[in-house]
Structure formats: structure tokens, C-alpha cells
């Protein structure tokens, strides 16, 4: 594995298929790059946050950041809205990765989890991304876990 490649996690949960299936991902994947403005290589997640590059390689092994491969050379990236500043130094969102975990549990692979947190959510009115950048993590987690 290589500097700019991450664990995978884009496997389907068994039993699923309708957001899992490779047409539903295709699309997902052209919504996803439609709605995140920005991305970052795993690098460059690690000089914003000051470690290593296998440091962030587990940051996406424990679900704390998701993310897909994407661009011309088809990197695995992350979006840069994931890394917050709040307290002056950077560090990752700390309410994603539960948020992630519940998504996944309920069979969203790590493309329909992005295209998730950054499309506007009828419930919530705003993109869950949004909400939990505002500190509304429950909110947002009654509404993921009511996908079930």
C-alpha cells in the first residue's frame, strides 16, 4: 500500500442491495463528486494533522474518516469538511466516525455513506455533514439509524 491508497471498506454488508449494488455505487460515486467541494489525499491529511501517513491509514481502519478513490490517478481521498479546526489545531470530526459506524450498519457501503452525509436530508433540512460540523450528533443519528 502506497502513500495515497487506504484500507478498503466499500464492500457491501451482506444482504444488501439496493444501495450497494455496482450501478446504485456508480451513481452515488458521480453525486458524491457533485456535492464535496474539496479533497485531500491521505498526505495531505497527515500534514494537517501534524502525524504520519499510517497514522491516518488507521484513522480510515477505525472508521474516524471515509473516504473514496477518485481523480485522475484514482487515489483514495477524503473530503477536507472531516478535519475541523475548533479549537485551533486540526483534528478529525470527532462525531463522524460514530455516525460512519451507524451508516454502515445499516448496509451503506463507504460511497452511499458520503453520498449520505453530504445530500441534503429531508428530516433534517440541511446535509447531515452540516449538522454534525454544528455539534447536532444526535439529531443526525436518530435519522441514520431510522434507515433500518
Known amino acids: 500500500m502506497n502513500d495515497t491508497t487506504a484500507p478498503g471498506h466499500g464492500a457491501p454488508a451482506s444482504g444488501t442491495t439496493s444501495s450497494t449494488s455496482s450501478t446504485s455505487s456508480t451513481d452515488?460515486?458521480?453525486?458524491?463528486?457533485?456535492?464535496?467541494?474539496?479533497w485531500l489525499t491521505l498526505p495531505d491529511v497527515a500534514e494537517a494533522l501534524g502525524t504520519e501517513v499510517s497514522k491516518v491509514r488507521g484513522l480510515v481502519s477505525e472508521r474516524s474518516l471515509v473516504g473514496m478513490k477518485r481523480g485522475e490517478r484514482n487515489t483514495f481521498q477524503?473530503?477536507?469538511?472531516?478535519?475541523?479546526t475548533d479549537d485551533g489545531a486540526p483534528h478529525v470530526l470527532p462525531t463522524l466516525r460514530g455516525t460512519v459506524l451507524v451508516l454502515s450498519d445499516v448496509g451503506l457501503d463507504d460511497t452511499a455513506v458520503l453520498r449520505w452525509l453530504f445530500e441534503v436530508e429531508p428530516t433534517i433540512g440541511a446535509a447531515p455533514i452540516e449538522e454534525l460540523r454544528a455539534g447536532r450528533r444526535a439529531q443526525?443519528?436518530?435519522?441514520a439509524q431510522a434507515l433500518l
Open 28 to 38: 452515488d460515486r458521480s453525486v458524491v463528486e457533485s456535492l464535496v467541494a474539496e
Open 140 to 143: 443526525v443519528r436518530r435519522v
Open 78 to 84: 477524503v473530503p477536507a469538511v472531516f478535519l475541523v
